[in-house]
Structure formats: C-alpha cells, structure tokens
C-alpha cells in the first residue's frame, strides 16, 4: 500500500511538471543582470543574511517560497501577489497559508528599485533568495539563471524521480506544527493509534492529545537549522514527520536514492543544485513584466 501511495504521488508530480511549454520564453543568463544591475545579487544575500540574524527561520521560509511559487505554476512571483476583495491570491490559500518572510523579499526589491529601477524581477528575487538560504546555512552553492518575468503565464518543465527525492531534501530546514501530521499521530487506524512506521515517541510528547498549542510541532530534521543530509537519515531510521516523506525510503523506487543521499553529503549537494537548476528553469514567458512592487502587478 505504501508503495502505491509513493508510486501515485511521484507519478502525479511528474505529469503535473510535465506538457507543453510556453512558445514565448525568456532565455535565462546567469549575467543577466551584469550590465544593468551588478549589485543585485550581493543585495539580496545582504538582505537574507540581516533578515536571518532577526529572525532564525528565515532560510528556511525564503526555501519553501522558493518550492510553492515555482510548484506547479512556473517561477513567475505569484506567490508573492496580496489577495483583491473579489479574488482570494495564491499565497493564501489552504497550501501556502504557512508561507511567510515575504516582509524580506519586499526589502529586497525595494533596495533593488533605488539602486536599479524597473530591472530585477521578483520572480529572481526569489530564485536567488533560495539560493543564498541554502549556502548560508552550509548547503551548495549554484549559479542562479536570472531573466524571469513576473505574471501569471507559466511554462511547465519535466521532471524525474530524482530531482522529486533530491528537492525533498529541502525539508533539511523548517519546521512543521502539529496539525499537519497529527494524523500519523492519533487514530491513525482502527489498529493503532500512531503509524506504525513512525518514531512517534518524541513528536507525541509536542503534539499531545488534545493539542492546544497553536504554535507547537516537530523540527523535520535533527538539525533544521542546517542544510545538510540529516533528512535522509532520519528517513531511514523512521523518524520522518510526514508520510510522504516516510514514503520515500519505504518504496524501493525510491528508497536507494534515500540511502545514497543519506550516506553521501556530497552527492546530495550536487544533485539538490542540480534540481534546483532544473526547477528554476520552471519560468514565465517573455509575455511577463518586472513589478515595482512584488505584491500587485502593474
């Protein structure tokens, strides 16, 4: 049963990252911005760093923007687009509630208008947010191809297995609250209370029955604050919070690329840069435009 659940979930991912792509794109350069604006990169990794000496989580928040805008509509920043009275924006419905530090993105872009008005697309921002997240918390660094336009019109890229596995390595930072695995915790069956293939111990300790700390939950991995393989080790020793994640080591699809990340941090860097390349790639076409402000078009 595990198996099938896995084997569904990849398979819809890959169609759902799958099809026909835009005839109308921006070619991506990871010099894109050499000549018009230079500083552009050093002023969003500036505005990450001083964001996360406030603010501990941001990494993590700016990598899972990063995931929920370029998942599935395409890297185009309509994540970022507050909601209009009569049209509820992405950002707040039911799977990105838990999205947040768009204040830090904002910063960005407001230096990024002073110093180079109407250049950098927010869409990039972003790109290049997850990027220093990831390496200023010991993960790879990788060259960001810049070039995006912000709006609504998407290209849909392929995706493999490997780049899914790889990708889940994100959840190397972050931290998740109770509601959003409690079921794997309480009345998981009408024979046990807890999944079975779940090191429940110390989650049921945070998340207690009746649970009346909003704010409680569980680390993804021993060391959230760190990018690196601990993910995958936890995997293998059960300790995964959500069961899809758990998933990935059970299915045997799968499950070798889990162990081969786990045992080997390298080859993990390599090939979530390498992913996160691909999945950046997932862009709007030249039809789009570079905002002054990330939260409304023009």
Same mark, same amino acid.
């Given at each position: 049963?595990?198996?099938?659940?896995?084997?569904?979930? @990849?398979?819809?991912?890959?169609?759902?990252?799958?099809?026909?792509?835009?005839?109308?794109?921006?070619? @991506?350069?990871?010099? %894109?911005?050499?000549?018009?604006?230079?500083?552009?990169?050093?002023?969003?990794?500036?505005?990450?760093?001083?964001?996360?000496?406030?603010?501990?989580?941001?990494?993590? =928040?700016?990598?899972?923007?990063?995931?929920?805008?370029?998942?599935?509509?395409?890297?185009?920043?309509?994540?970022? @687009?507050? #909601?209009?009275?009569?049209?509820?924006?992405?950002?707040?419905?039911?799977?990105?509630?838990?999205?947040? $530090?768009? %204040?830090?993105?904002?910063?960005?872009?407001?230096?990024?208008?002073?110093?180079?008005?109407?250049?950098?697309?927010?869409?990039?921002?972003? $790109?290049?947010?997850? =990027?220093?997240?990831?390496?200023?918390?010991?993960?790879?660094?990788?060259?960001?191809?810049?070039?995006?336009?912000?709006?609504?019109?998407?290209?849909?890229?392929?995706?493999?297995?490997?780049?899914?596995?790889?990708?889940?390595?994100?959840?190397?930072?972050?931290? #998740?609250?109770?509601?959003?695995?409690?079921?794997?915790?309480?009345?998981?069956?009408?024979?046990?209370?807890?999944?079975?293939?779940?090191?429940?111990?110390?989650?049921?300790?945070?998340?207690?029955?009746?649970?009346?700390?909003?704010?409680?939950?569980?680390?993804?991995?021993?060391? $959230?604050?760190?990018?690196?393989?601990? %993910? %995958?080790?936890?995997?293998?020793?059960?300790?995964?919070?959500?069961?899809?994640?758990?998933?990935?080591?059970?299915?045997?699809?799968?499950?070798?690329?889990?162990?081969?990340?786990?045992?080997?941090?390298? @080859?993990?860097?390599?090939?979530? $840069?390498?992913?996160?390349?691909?999945?950046?790639?997932? =862009?709007?076409?030249?039809?789009?435009?570079?905002?002054?402000?990330?939260?409304?078009?023009?």
């Amino acid at each position: 049963m595990v198996v099938q659940i896995t084997k569904a979930i @990849l398979i819809s991912s890959m169609f759902l990252l799958s099809g026909s792509i835009s005839s109308s794109q921006a070619a @991506l350069d990871g010099r %894109y911005y050499y000549q018009t604006c230079p500083q552009a990169e050093n002023t969003v990794v500036q505005t990450i760093r001083n964001a996360s000496i406030y603010d501990p989580k941001v990494p993590a =928040r700016i990598l899972r923007m990063f995931f929920h805008d370029c998942f599935i509509r395409g890297c185009d920043a309509s994540i970022l @687009l507050d #909601s209009k009275p009569d049209k509820k924006a992405e950002k707040d419905g039911p799977p990105n509630v838990s999205v947040r $530090a768009f %204040y830090v993105t904002d910063e960005a872009k407001a230096k990024l208008e002073k110093a180079c008005p109407q250049t950098v697309s927010c869409a990039d921002i972003i $790109a290049m947010a997850a =990027r220093d997240a990831v390496t200023m918390t010991g993960g790879p660094y990788w060259t960001v191809l810049k070039g995006r336009k912000d709006g609504r019109s998407f290209a849909k890229r392929r995706l493999g297995i490997k780049d899914l596995v790889a990708l889940s390595g994100g959840h190397s930072l972050g931290f #998740s609250h109770c509601s959003s695995f409690e079921a794997r915790l309480h009345n998981f069956s009408t024979i046990h209370d807890a999944d079975p293939r779940m090191n429940s111990r110390a989650k049921e300790k945070k998340c207690p029955k009746p649970n009346k700390a909003r704010t409680a939950g569980h680390f993804l991995d021993s060391t $959230a604050s760190r990018f690196d393989n601990a %993910y %995958y080790k936890g995997l293998m020793a059960g300790r995964g919070v959500f069961g899809t994640d758990q998933a990935l080591y059970d299915d045997p699809t799968t499950g070798w690329m889990v162990e081969s990340f786990a045992k080997d941090q390298n @080859l993990f860097s390599r090939e979530f $840069a390498a992913s996160m390349i691909k999945l950046g790639n997932v =862009r709007v076409s030249d039809s789009g435009e570079v905002r002054l402000n990330c939260r409304k078009v023009n």
